[in-house]
Each structure stands twice: as structure tokens, then as C-alpha cells.
């Protein structure tokens, strides 16, 4: 899938060196930017790296995908992934998670073309349920653009990355519908 001449989108089947390098800045620089998502400042590369090196050892056993957004020049901008793996009596459900776009190409459409790829693996793998939580307001407008269900709030759910609780809103969506 492609979002313009220099995007390009796709599922990550090997997940390397190279790929861990990208997918760490991206991840980085979300976190420095003060999104909510499992990590706390100062975020190093050392995290950033063993919490890939875990996502792609997890992707090689089938509990994930992994999807990232390429552009021609600068490598991985953006990211998100798919959880499979799920209670045996809840076989339809993924779980959405790590929906991250590097700062600097952000605005441009990615996250919109991350998530309608997420959707449609998912929809290809036989699922038709997805759920999500979020604590970002950007996230919240896009989500709600492509059709997901805002559930409701949960207060004091995780900490922003410099420290402070924050909330997190959990969405769904059907893919049937
Ligand atoms: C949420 C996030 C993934 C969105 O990524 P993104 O690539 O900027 O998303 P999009 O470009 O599809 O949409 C963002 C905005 O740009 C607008 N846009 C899209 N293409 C555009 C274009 N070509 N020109 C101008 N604006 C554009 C969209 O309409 C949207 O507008 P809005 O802010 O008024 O709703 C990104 O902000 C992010 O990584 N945030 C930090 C991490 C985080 O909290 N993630 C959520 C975890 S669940």
C-alpha cells in the first residue's frame, strides 16, 4: 500500500538490525514527545531495542504483526501492530497497539494508511473484532475518523512518560460493519 510516491507500507516479515535502528526512532522520538505508550523518559536505545528484539521474536512465533510506514529517504517513520494472539475463547478478537509516527512525518496521512493496513490484515486473518485504548487526542480524532466506537474513559490508567497519571480511552471496532 502506498500513502504517496514516497511511502510505502508494509507488513514486516523479518524484522532486523536495520529494522529495529528505524522502528527504535520512532519510538523515541513518540516517547520524547510525550506519548503515553509503556515508557517512562529517559528513553534510551537500549529500551527501545530489547522492546523491539521482543516484538519481533513475538511476530516470528505468529502472536503479531508488525506493519511500518516507509519513506523512500528517511527509512521507517511509523509503526503499528496487530496482536493475535488471544484467549482460546476470544479466536475473532486482535488487540491494536503501538500506532506510532515519527514527529517529523506526521500530518501527512501515515497514521490514517497505518491503520486501514492494520485493519485490513486483520480482516485477512479472520478477525472481526479489534479493540484499543489510547491516551493521545491526535489518535482519538483519527480513530474516530475510520469508523471506531469510543467506549469510555479510564482515569489514572498509566503515567506520561516524565511522570503524572494520565487517562487512557478504549475504542473498538468491527470489522463486519
Ligand atoms: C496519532 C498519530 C499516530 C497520528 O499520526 P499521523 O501520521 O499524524 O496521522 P494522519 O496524518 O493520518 O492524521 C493526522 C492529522 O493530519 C491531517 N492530515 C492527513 N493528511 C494530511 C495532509 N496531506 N495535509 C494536511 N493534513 C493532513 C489529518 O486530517 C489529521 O488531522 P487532525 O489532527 O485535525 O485530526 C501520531 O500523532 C502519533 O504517533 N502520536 C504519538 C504516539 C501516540 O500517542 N500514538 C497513539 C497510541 S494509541
Known sequence: MT??????????????ER???????????CVEGGA????????TRAKAGAFWRAMAASATRGERVVIA?????????????????????????GDLAKMLVHRRARRRGIGAALLTAAEDSARRAGKTLLVL??????????????????????????????????????????LSD
Not at 503515553?36 to 528513553?43: C, E, K, Q, T
Not at 483519527?142 to 475504542?171: K, N
Open 3 to 16: 500513502v504517496s510516491d514516497a511511502i510505502r507500507i508494509r507488513c514486516l516479515e523479518t524484522i532486523g
Open 19 to 29: 529494522e529495529i535502528e528505524g522502528l527504535s526512532d520512532v519510538l523515541i522520538d
Open 36 to 43: 503515553s505508550v509503556s515508557f517512562m523518559l529517559p528513553m
Open 69 to 93: 510506514a516507509e519513506d523512500a529517504a528517511d527509512g521507517i517513520v511509523g509503526t503499528v501492530q496487530v496482536i493475535w494472539a488471544q484467549p482460546e475463547n476470544q479466536p475473532h478478537r
Open 133 to 174: 485504548d489510547t491516551a493521545s487526542d491526535d489518535a482519538e480524532r483519527l480513530y474516530a475518523r475510520q469508523g471506531w466506537q469510543r467506549c469510555g474513559v479510564i482515569p489514572d490508567y498509566a503515567l506520561w512518560p516524565g511522570g503524572g497519571f494520565c487517562p487512557t480511552t478504549f475504542y473498538y471496532k468491527r
